[in-house]
């Protein structure tokens, strides 16, 4: 069996959170209730520190794509000038896989015509 990552775990806490605020509601003894209330902050702080994490970890990752399409689309301009149209240009910009991107760079390395590089409308 597979240990569950924190993201994972967290997830869970989290969408256990109401569970959290009817058990401190639940709980008659003062010192106990500040205690719960303690427990629950700390895991309402460790949930925005993964969020931030994730959106970190998100955002390097559409930097990249969108590093990628700009220089697809310079590359391409360079090389095939006026054949690349715009329509062209908004396939490359609306594509989101950085596998895709990477397929058409390397193609354009080698390329003798846009149509060489792979850069196909979808049907």
Same mark, same amino acid.
């Given at each position: ?45 460790? /949930?925005? &520190? ?14 990249? +794509?969108?590093? =990628? *399409? ?30 895709? /991107?990477? &397929? ?14 792979? +850069?196909?409308? =979808? *049907?």
């Amino acid at each position: 069996m597979t240990r569950p990552t924190n993201h994972t775990r967290f997830r869970n806490v989290y969408e256990d959170i109401g569970l959290v605020h009817d058990l401190v509601d639940a709980i008659d003894c003062p010192r106990f209730k500040k205690e719960m209330l303690e427990v629950s902050q700390s895991i309402a702080d460790a /949930l925005r &520190e993964v969020g931030k994490e994730e959106g970190l970890i998100e955002g390097r990752r559409e930097g990249r +794509i969108e590093g =990628k *399409k700009d220089s697809l689309t310079m590359l391409l301009r360079h090389k095939f000038a006026s054949a690349v149209t715009p329509a062209i240009e908004s396939i490359v910009h609306r594509t989101t896989s950085a596998v895709i /991107l990477d &397929e058409w760079l390397l193609n354009l390395l080698t390329a003798n015509t846009l149509k060489d590089v792979g +850069i196909r409308r =979808k *049907k």
